[in-house]
């Protein structure tokens, strides 16, 4: 099977403290349970963590649904996305404030006011109000250019809850919205102001105070508008996922090799490393088969807990499940070493298998080279105690799977090919939907 250049992207979890909750961030990862032997794995994990940056932008442009502003439907259908790659560039606040204030500055009065007093009124009123419509124009079209969040996929809505943290999005458009309200109030207010003053001093003496007092307003809640320019950065930094393409998912406990695979199956380079949430973000590799396109994602580990106890690693990996049309290869680790017992990744495997029975699927068992011939046992696992289904996974993993290694290569082929047949019936379907939508809009 021919396999060709996969380029890849990742994608991160942020680590800035405005974007991204950190205490209760590292408080999720800390609260693994069970994993008080990796305590200072994750220790030096979470420092690496935080000098996090995100890495390589989005490259493919997705069609994205033109914005309509006169819908306002509480929940819109929006079955597209590629909505964070058209976000505007945002200048930093005191570029904004300065180059306002320059163009102020350079207004001259109306010409033929010979009075030195209503010249100056002029002057003084023309400024300020130039110097408001620069400070509050380019926040009006920011803010006109930010999609709702109900007008977006349910993938990049997910996505703005797990990187920005809920609420955060929509509390700072709520800020740059105050600041460009403020702005224009007071701008008119100290406009008005000058062009009613009686002397040229006085006129100059409001221009100073109203352009002092804007400048006072910009830099005390200019940071929402560096807080909105980080969000715009984050956001745009997100692997584009189109939906067209036949994408496959590796889905699995953490640690147990998931990323080790994406690197045989694309040629992208995820991380690698032998401690759990190696893989912090989704990452999108991308292969070529026989000039066919192909999608591939790597995602964070599952453990074994309710969705309320994920973090927000695990939930992005529920989101891309949930929200984006893939078929799934279950990474299986039966040797014991990753940090989740066998028992608790055949309960994992249960909870994804019942909630994505729609998702094509197919299993592999990782690291077969260190597979034993008796299964491995937990001190938490009691084998005696079996359901014959978890005895019999224990020992094989579930029915059907592939045994692969990437030490010695077990496995491999015949894990290409499957993946490629997976991909082409996953292309079969995403063919067919694409026909019954365009046949129930040529009937609606
Ligand atoms: N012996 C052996 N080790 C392997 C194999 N595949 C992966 N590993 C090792 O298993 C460890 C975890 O591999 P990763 O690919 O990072 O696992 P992951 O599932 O992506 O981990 P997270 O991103 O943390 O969820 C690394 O030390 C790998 O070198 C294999 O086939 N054989
Ligand atoms: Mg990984």
Known sequence: MSKNLGLLQLWLLP??????????FSKAIYGIPGWK???SLCLSRAIQTAAYEIVNGSYITAQTKPQDKTKDKESAEVDTVGAFQKLPMVMPSVDILYSALRKAKRVSPTKGIANIAKR???RGAKQLDALMKELAVPLREYLGNFPKRKYLHPYERSLIELTLGDGNYEEVLGKVDDLRKKVGSVGKEYASLCAKSSTKKEAEERLNEGMEKLKEIFNGKGKAVDDL???AKTLRAMPVVDLETPTLCLVGAPNVGKSSLVRVLSTGKPEICNYPFTTRGILMGHIVLDYQHF????TPGLLKRHDEDRNNLEKLTLAVLSHLPTAILFVHDLTGECGTSP???FLIYKEIKARFSDHLWLDVVSKSDML???PVLFVTEDADADHPEMARYRKMGPSGAIRVSIKNEEGLHELKDRVRVLLDAQMGRIGSDKGKKDDSKLVT
């Open 120 to 122: 100056e009124r002029n």
């Open 229 to 231: 320019l980080n969000i």
């Open 343 to 345: 028992s608790d990744q």
């Open 295 to 298: 999608q591939v994602t790597d």
């Open 372 to 374: 034993k011939e008796s």
């Open 15 to 24: 680590s800035t403290k405005i974007l991204v909750g950190g205490s209760k």
């Open 37 to 39: 032997k990796h305590e």
